[in-house]
């Protein structure tokens, strides 16, 4: 996390896709929104996101996380974002994931790109 901007991609993993990524130019599949979990709820709610994507082939997946204005804590679901995409899970492989552009979110989304197992 550099700040507000969440990035995070698999070795040997061109830049070139994250910039695609955070652009839009990669379908999003499955829209998850975190707004109201705690943080252990919505951890799981991310992992099963991820198997679910997994099943069924889906590659982008956009995650609302919030900018965390609304928690005295700050962005939590946001600062456990990219330990979760790391867990992920068995039958996917997280190959990157970037801040949402401003039309897709902003600081307060996170776009993700799957490569099935």
Do not use: N, Y
């Not at 109201?36 to 995650?63: N, P, Y």
């Amino acid at each position: 996390m550099d700040g507000e901007r969440l990035i995070g991609f698999a070795l040997g993993v061109d830049r070139r896709i994250l910039r695609r990524l955070r652009r839009g130019q990669q379908p999003i599949e499955l829209e998850v929104d975190l707004h109201g979990f705690s943080r252990d709820e919505a951890g799981r709610v991310v992992r099963q996101a991820l198997e679910k994507a997994g099943q069924r082939g889906w590659k982008c997946l956009r995650i609302i996380h919030g900018r965390g204005h609304g928690s005295a804590a700050g962005p939590v679901l946001k600062r456990a974002l990219p330990r979760w995409l790391e867990e992920g899970a068995p039958e996917v492989e997280v190959v990157a994931f970037t801040t949402a552009g401003p039309r897709l979110g902003g600081t307060g989304a996170t776009l993700v790109l799957l490569r099935g197992r």
